[in-house]
Structure formats: C-alpha cells, structure tokens
C-alpha cells in the first residue's frame, strides 16, 4: 500500500533587521495560498541570528505587517505550536548539538584560519587568477592537529566538508532539474567562531525538525540549494521540495533595493494601499489566474493556485501599475466601507468632522482617489479656502473681462435659487450659458476655481450641494473680488 502523502508544511522566515520588506511578503503569500488550499500548515520563523541588526521591534513590525495583510499564521512565536520555540535566537543549543553530529560523522571541520589569514590568502589567490573562495587548509589537518589547537583555546568555525567530485542536483519544483559541480561549492561555514550558526545550517536543521515540506523562496538562493542538499544527505534526512520564486525588478531588469526602492511593508500602508490590492498585485509577480484577468481576491486565488501556473521570469515591480489596482478596489468599495477604512488607520485629520458630511465628500473623491493617504490632499478645500492664483479663474481664450462677468451673472442666478442641490445647480448654470451665449465649460471653469480653489477638482455642481449654498456664496464673492484687477 503506499503511503499517505504528508500534510503540506511550509514557513516564511524572516528576519528582523529593518522594516518588513514587500519581498517576504511576496513569498509569504505564496506560502499560504498553497498551505490554505490543501488544508496544510502555515508558519511563521523569525531567523534572528544575527545579533548586531536583529532587533525586537523590527519582529514587531514584521508580524504587524503580516496581520494587517491578512497572512494569519498557524504556528509562530506569538501563538506558539509543536515544533517551538519559532525564533532562531532560542535554538542555539540544537545548533551546536547538529554541528557537534556533523563533526562525529566527518561530514564536517574545524576550521581554525582567522579572518585577517582567510583575507590575505583569498588575495593571493585573486592576483595569480585563482577562485576567491576557501582554499580548504583546515581541512587537511589530522585529528590530533586539531585537538590540540582547540585544547588551547584557538577561536574556529565549522565548516562542510564538501565532496570534491562529482555534482550535486535538485529538482525546483517551478524550474525542473539544477545541477553544480561540487566543485564550485565552498566549504561553507555552518557555525561561527560564537557558537552561533550561519543561515545555511539553522534553515537546514529547522527546517527538518519543523517538517517543512515545501521550501519557497526567492532565485537569489538558488546557488545555496546544493549546500543545503548536501547538508540533508550528511544527516542522512530527505530534502523538502524547493521552490524558487522570480526576483521582483524594476522596469530596467534590476532587482528592486531598499536604498533606491520603497520596498518596507510599512511605507505601502502609510501611504494607503489596500492589502486586499497589495496582495493581488504581489500574486500577479509571479501568477495568473488565467482568463487575462487582473483583478482577483484571495480567496479566489486560494482556489485555482497551482505551481504550474508560476511564472519564472523577472516580474516587473511597476508602482504605477499598484497604484491601478489599488484605485480598482477603492471603487469596487461603497462609500460608507472606504470612510471606514480612512478613519481607522486613520488616513484623515478630519476626524471631528460631522459623519454625513464625510461621506458625501468620500462619494465625491472615490472616483478619483489612488490610495487612502490621499483623501486629505483631494477633499482639503470642502474645510478651508486655499490661497490660489486669480489668473487660474480665466478659462483658456477668455480674459478678465469674461471672469467678472460671469462671477456677476453666477452669483446672480446662484442668490435665487432655494433647492440648493446637484440637479438645480446644473439646471440654472447651464440655464445662464444658454442665455449669454457663453460656452459651459468657459463657465464652469470659473465657477469651479472659485469654488474649490483649483482647476481640477470633483464635480462641480455635487462639490457646491455639498459645501453648501452659504459657503458657496461666499467664496464666489471672493473671487469677484480677486478678479477686479485681472487684465
């Protein structure tokens, strides 16, 4: 009888040096959606062994970002699980007793060279054109060598011992069959001269002792993949499936940086992207739903996932192109679930401000809005006057003369009208154009810089019901005064 296939298990491991970065967002989407689909197991590592930059705050901030992504975790270091503790820092003792087994076995060394000596001979070896890597030195010394240097106290580190011969291979799941020359392998270092270990033997030995089944992860480690092959075979474990995601890049192939890119999760939520969008446009670095289709939830994604589906060339990381998405969803909204999305982070300083003015204003820049951070900048003049320049009021081919006449024959008309609403407001205007022989949109460029300080606004006449006819007669009396001295 065959065996049952494992549960799906799979993690997102980052680690806390700086702010969240959108790239373990990427993968950890990935990471869900497949555990979400087949009923498997989502969790979340924090690989904190680098004691100078890791920092409490920026796992915080990581696991901040992922619960305001919607990526919830079943096994973490914040709600615990069978395979803990989940943060790297607390398993330096399995560490040393796994390297301590690799040195029994002879799959591994102790490395005694200094840095300054490692220095010097990868120098050398550079100038007469020879490989920069490890020249392997300790690894010629007899039992008794190293015994003695390590009874003296002398600082080493641990090292592969690497075949010589032969190749080392994996199957990518998404890319097919990889092969190194053993050879072009380093004897990597698997535990540093403070007892702490290096990446590759932490996420090999974690990963097994968590039973990860799948490993997702970006390109960039493709040329990891065999040293860690080479690590499950020393301790005698059957590798995970690997899966190695396209690098996201910007429009000139390069991969995106956090000195020239916003690449921090906290910068996406600042300046108001939905995660719902933020999400969508992150499956589509390196998905389709089929269809030629775009715009799609989680959920529906969580249902047709599938790897073959994976696209292994370089996606385009196009903020331009985010901030579509992003619009798409803000309009998919109704008015009342936006406002309640721009008061709760909040988005606004109008907090104080009446409910049913605020949305009136929101169904006014819905149409118009690209990310919540900017509700201020687009509705600022419904609750002030902006200082604007007069010559804004003289629509292109008209002059002062033209302003002042038709500011006289708005307010005019504007004075007698009693329902102050939309639908009246373009009648009577429209009314006044027909009259005069004016062209509307002459007209209405006036009315509308007067009235909301700018040439480009929301629609006029929903804009005026909206701040009312008091305000509105105001601030068209104003403009009649600051166009008295146009030409």
């Not at 169904?363 to 010559?391: H, I, S």
């Not at 006029?460 to 019901?465: G, P, R």
């Given at each position: 009888?065959?065996?049952?296939?494992?549960?799906?298990?799979?993690?997102?491991?980052?680690?806390?040096?700086?702010?969240?970065?959108?790239?373990?967002?990427?993968?950890?989407?990935?990471?869900?959606?497949?555990?979400?689909?087949?009923?498997?197991?989502?969790?979340?590592?924090?690989?904190?062994?680098?004691?100078?930059?890791?920092?409490?705050?920026?796992?915080?901030?990581?696991?901040?970002?992922?619960?305001?992504?919607?990526?919830?975790?079943?096994?973490?270091?914040?709600?615990?699980?069978?395979?803990?503790?989940?943060?790297?820092?607390?398993?330096?003792?399995?560490?040393?007793?796994?390297?301590?087994?690799?040195?029994?076995?002879?799959?591994?060394?102790?490395?005694?060279?200094?840095?300054?000596?490692?220095?010097?001979?990868?120098?050398?070896?550079?100038?007469?054109?020879?490989?920069?890597?490890?020249?392997?030195?300790?690894?010629?010394?007899?039992?008794?060598?190293?015994?003695?240097?390590?009874?003296?106290?002398?600082?080493?580190?641990?090292?592969?011992?690497?075949?010589?011969?032969?190749?080392?291979?994996?199957?990518?799941?998404?890319?097919?069959?990889?092969?190194?020359?053993?050879?072009?392998?380093?004897?990597?270092?698997?535990?540093?001269?403070?007892?702490?270990?290096?990446?590759?033997?932490?996420?090999?030995?974690?990963?097994?002792?968590?039973?990860?089944?799948?490993?997702?992860?970006?390109?960039?480690?493709?040329?990891?993949?065999?040293?860690?092959?080479?690590?499950?075979?020393?301790?005698?474990?059957?590798?995970?499936?690997?899966?190695?995601?396209?690098?996201?890049?910007?429009?000139?192939?390069?991969?995106?940086?956090?000195?020239?890119?916003?690449?921090?999760?906290?910068?996406?939520?600042?300046?108001?992207?939905?995660?719902?969008?933020?999400?969508?446009?992150?499956?589509?670095?390196?998905?389709?739903?089929?269809?030629?289709?775009?715009?799609?939830?989680?959920?529906?994604?969580?249902?047709?996932?599938?790897?073959?589906?994976?696209?292994?060339?370089?996606?385009?990381?196009?903020?331009?192109?985010?901030?579509?998405?992003?619009?798409?969803?803000?309009?998919?909204?109704?008015?009342?679930?936006?406002?309640?999305?721009?008061?709760?982070?909040?988005?606004?300083?109008?907090?104080?401000?009446?409910?049913?003015?605020?949305?009136?204003?929101?169904?006014?820049?819905?149409?118009?809005?690209?990310?919540?951070?900017?509700?201020?900048?687009?509705?600022?003049?419904?609750?002030?006057?902006?200082?604007?320049?007069?010559?804004?009021?003289?629509?292109?081919?008209?002059?002062?003369?033209?302003?002042?006449?038709?500011?006289?024959?708005?307010?005019?008309?504007?004075?007698?009208?009693?329902?102050?609403?939309?639908?009246?407001?373009?009648?009577?205007?429209?009314?006044?154009?027909?009259?005069?022989?004016?062209?509307r949109g002459a007209l209405y460029m006036v009315l509308r810089v007067a009235?909301?300080?700018?040439?480009?606004?929301?629609?006029?006449?929903?804009?005026?019901?909206?701040?009312?006819?008091?305000?509105?007669?105001?601030?068209?009396?104003?403009?009649?005064?600051?166009?008295?001295?146009?030409?």
């Amino acid at each position: 009888m065959a065996a049952a296939p494992r549960r799906v298990r799979v993690r997102v491991a980052p680690s806390p040096t700086g702010p969240p970065h959108v790239g373990t967002a990427y993968v950890g989407l990935f990471d869900y959606v497949f555990a979400r689909q087949t009923g498997g197991d989502f969790v979340l590592r924090i690989e904190d062994t680098d004691r100078e930059r890791s920092t409490r705050q920026s796992e915080s901030d990581i696991i901040a970002a992922f619960r305001w992504l919607g990526l919830a975790w079943d096994e973490g270091p914040d709600v615990g699980g069978p395979f803990g503790p989940y943060r790297q820092s607390e398993r330096s003792h399995i560490y040393r007793q796994h390297a301590e087994a690799l040195l029994q076995s002879g799959a591994a060394y102790r490395c005694f060279c200094t840095p300054q000596e490692l220095a010097a001979r990868r120098q050398a070896r550079r100038s007469q054109g020879g490989q920069a890597g490890y020249d392997r030195l300790c690894r010629g010394l007899s039992e008794q060598e190293a015994r003695q240097r390590l009874e003296a106290g002398a600082p080493h580190v641990v090292r592969l011992r690497v075949p010589l011969e032969g190749e080392t291979a994996f199957d990518d799941l998404v890319r097919g069959a990889v092969s190194v020359h053993n050879a072009q392998i380093d004897d990597q270092v698997l535990l540093k001269s403070d007892g702490y270990p290096t990446y590759h033997l932490a996420n090999v030995v974690d990963d097994h002792l968590m039973e990860i089944t799948h490993v997702v992860r970006a390109e960039e480690w493709i040329s990891s993949t065999p040293k860690h092959i080479l690590l499950y075979k020393a301790f005698g474990w059957a590798p995970p499936v690997f899966i190695h995601m396209p690098l996201l890049r910007n429009k000139d192939r390069s991969k995106i940086s956090k000195r020239r890119d916003p690449t921090s999760l906290l910068w996406y939520r600042e300046q108001g992207y939905l995660p719902e969008a933020l999400l969508n446009f992150l499956a589509l670095m390196g998905w389709s739903l089929g269809e030629e289709r775009e715009v799609f939830s989680l959920e529906e994604m969580i249902e047709s996932f599938s790897w073959e589906r994976v696209k292994t060339g370089g996606p385009v990381f196009d903020l331009q192109k985010l901030d579509w998405l992003n619009g798409e969803y803000i309009r998919a909204m109704s008015a009342e679930e936006l406002l309640e999305r721009i008061i709760a982070e909040p988005y606004t300083r109008r907090l104080d401000e009446p409910a049913d003015g605020m949305l009136a204003i929101t169904a006014l820049v819905q149409e118009r809005m690209k990310r919540l951070a900017e509700f201020d900048e687009l509705t600022g003049f419904f609750f002030e006057r902006k200082p604007y320049d007069p010559a804004d009021l003289v629509p292109s081919k008209q002059d002062g003369d033209f302003v002042r006449q038709a500011l006289a024959a708005g307010r005019g008309v504007l004075e007698g009208l009693d329902a102050w609403s939309a639908e009246a407001l373009d009648a009577v205007v429209r009314g006044l154009a027909e009259t005069r022989g004016w062209k509307r949109g002459a007209l209405y460029m006036v009315l509308r810089v007067a009235v909301t300080c700018r040439r480009v606004s929301t629609p006029l006449f929903e804009t005026m019901e909206v701040l009312g006819k008091d305000e509105c007669m105001a601030r068209l009396a104003a403009a009649d005064a600051a166009a008295a001295d146009l030409p």
